[in-house]
C-alpha cells in the first residue's frame, strides 16, 4: 500500500490538475459510468463534530474508494489544526485490497473549489466581470483562486456573516490585480457570478439579491439541515448539481424539495452539460444555480491523480498491509 502523507500534498496537486479530474468525473457520472455510495454524515456528540464517509466506483477511471472526516469546529482555535479534516482511502477495483491512503484535507479544498469553478466554466456567462462572494473562511480563498482563471472578471465583491473575516478574500483579489469591495447583500446584485461557501443553517442570499444572468455557485450545504440562499431563490433559477440524490437529500435543494417548490426532475446533473447531452444556459437573463454537495467521486479522482505524481516523483511511502 503507498501512502502520500498531508505535508506532500501541496507540491502535487495543482488547481489545474484537480479541475481536470472534477470536471472527468462528473462527466463520467452523467454517462452512468461512475456512481457514489450513499453518504454517511454525523454529529458525534463530542468537541460538536460531523463525520462521516463518502466514497464511490469510477468504471472508467478504475477507482475505487472512500474518504473519512469531516468539519471539528473547534479546532483552530483550541488545536491550531483547520477545521476540516479528513483521509482519503482507495482500493484496487479488481481484487478489493487497499491501495492507498492519502492526505485530504487540502486535496477537499482544492476539490470543492474545482467543482464550482466547473460550474463557471460551462454555466456563467462569458461576459461575466463581477464575482461575488458569500463567506469569508478557509475554503473561500480556494473557491476565488479557482473562480477568478475561468473568466476576464474585473472586480470582486464580498460579504460575511464576520465581516472581519473579509481581508481574507480582498488578499485574493489583490494578488490578481483586481480590486475588492465589501458590499451588503442587496449589493450582491451587481454579482455576474456569485459563490456561497459558508456552513450556515439559515439562508443569507435571498432572491431580491441576485439580478438576472447570474450564475450562482452553492458550495456550504452539505448536510441535512444547512441552508445558505432561499428556498425561492432556487425555484427561480435553473438548477444544476454534481449528484441529483445528494442535493435533494444534503444538498441546497433539499429545502426547495420540502416546500414543493420543485422537483428532483427539475435538476441536472452538470456532467450533463459537460458532455453535451444538456445545453446549459439557455439565455443571458437566465439565473444558473450549480448545488455543490461534494460527491466522494470527487475525492476519489483527485487522490488518485496525487498518488499518480508521487509516484511518479518517488515521493510515495510503500509500505506491507
Not at 481574507?168 to 459563490?195: C, H, R, Y
Amino acid at each position: 500500500m503507498l501512502l502520500v502523507p498531508e505535508r506532500e500534498i501541496a507540491n502535487l496537486m495543482t488547481r489545474e490538475a484537480a479541475f481536470d479530474a472534477v470536471e472527468n468525473v462528473f462527466a463520467a457520472m452523467a454517462a452512468n459510468d461512475a456512481y457514489n455510495f450513499p453518504v454517511i454524515r454525523e454529529a458525534i456528540g463530542h468537541e460538536d463534530a460531523l463525520y462521516g464517509f463518502k466514497g464511490g466506483f469510477d468504471r472508467a477511471g478504475l477507482t475505487l474508494g472512500l474518504k473519512a472526516g469531516g468539519y471539528w469546529p473547534n479546532n483552530l482555535e483550541k488545536f491550531g489544526h483547520i477545521n476540516h479534516q479528513s483521509t482519503v482511502f482507495l482500493f484496487d477495483p479488481d481484487t478489493g485490497m487497499p491501495s492507498a491512503m492519502v492526505g485530504g484535507n487540502l486535496l477537499t479544498a482544492l476539490r470543492t473549489a474545482a467543482a464550482s469553478s466547473v460550474s463557471i466554466k460551462h454555466l456563467a456567462r462569458p461576459d461575466a466581470r463581477v464575482i461575488g462572494m458569500i463567506g469569508a473562511g478557509h475554503q473561500s480563498t480556494f473557491q476565488l483562486r479557482a473562480a477568478l482563471e475561468q473568466r476576464r472578471f474585473e472586480k470582486v465583491i464580498g460579504w460575511n456573516y464576520h465581516p472581519e473575516m473579509l481581508p481574507n478574500i480582498e488578499k485574493v483579489a489583490n494578488e490578481a490585480g483586481l480590486p475588492f469591495e465589501a458590499v451588503t447583500l442587496d449589493g450582491m446584485q451587481q454579482a455576474d457570478v456569485i459563490i456561497s461557501i459558508t456552513s450556515a443553517f439559515a439562508p443569507s442570499l435571498m432572491a431580491q439579491h441576485v439580478s438576472a444572468g447570474c450564475h450562482i455557485a452553492c458550495m456550504g450545504t452539505d448536510t441535512k439541515g444547512k441552508q445558505e440562499v432561499e428556498s425561492a431563490l432556487i425555484a427561480n433559477g435553473t438548477v444544476y448539481t454534481d449528484e441529483v440524490a445528494q442535493s435533494i437529500s444534503i444538498g441546497e435543494a433539499q429545502h426547495a424539495i420540502a416546500d414543493g417548490l420543485i422537483t428532483p426532475n427539475d435538476i441536472t446533473e452538470l456532467g450533463a452539460v459537460i458532455n453535451g447531452t444538456h445545453t446549459g444556459r439557455s439565455s443571458d437573463t437566465e439565473i444558473t444555480i450549480f448545488d455543490g454537495t461534494g460527491v466522494g467521486l470527487q475525492d476519489l479522482a483527485v487522490a488518485a491523480k496525487v498518488v499518480d505524481l508521487a509516484v511518479k516523483r518517488g515521493i510515495a511511502i510503500e509500505v506491507d498491509f
